[in-house]
């Protein structure tokens, strides 16, 4: 009645409430088995997990350094990470503060399909861009762009990974970050000097 909102979590059978809370999540990402929801609230990152008709939750330390210019929470293929902003954890169940490192970066946008590897925005006068390694905590290798990343697709093997950046979509080796090939796109008239979305086909030798 006083206009209040509430992020709810939802039985899909009985569709009863199997949590509820005051206010709303505007980000969130559920684990690739579905058993997990990585949820940001008032810029304060939550796990959820499901087990039967329980609900486990966790209030992780630290504030996830993310907004809503800086994207959503993202989960690792193998659902072992969990990205978020610039802030980078291990899926554990104890111990969360020891699991969380903050990386000197602005937003965290795609996985590589092995989970081995990320590919970050540095930010920077040079408009810096970083692949790393969860395991090492360190970038494996960084380049430079003209225009901040707007869209990012890896191949299926992982080979390669393609960019949208100021109208142009860049293809780089998934490893070393070298460009491979360059070209001019078709841009959506509605967001001038931008590719909103790159998709490869299941055989990696192709995309949209």
Known sequence: DRGDSYTAILDTQTMDPLYLQLGHDFMHEFSSDGTRLLAVHGYIP???KFEADKVAFWRLPGRSGLSRRQGFPVWSPNGQWMLGGNSFWKSQEKDWAKSRWTLPIDTIVSWSPDSKRFLAYAGGSGIEHELWSPHDRKPLA????????FAASWSPDGSQFAMGSGGEVVVLNGTSGQILRRWKAAVDPNEPGQVPYIAWSRRGNTWP
């Open 142 to 149: 960084a380049f430079e762009q003209n225009h901040g990343l």
């Open 46 to 48: 939550c796990v959820f």
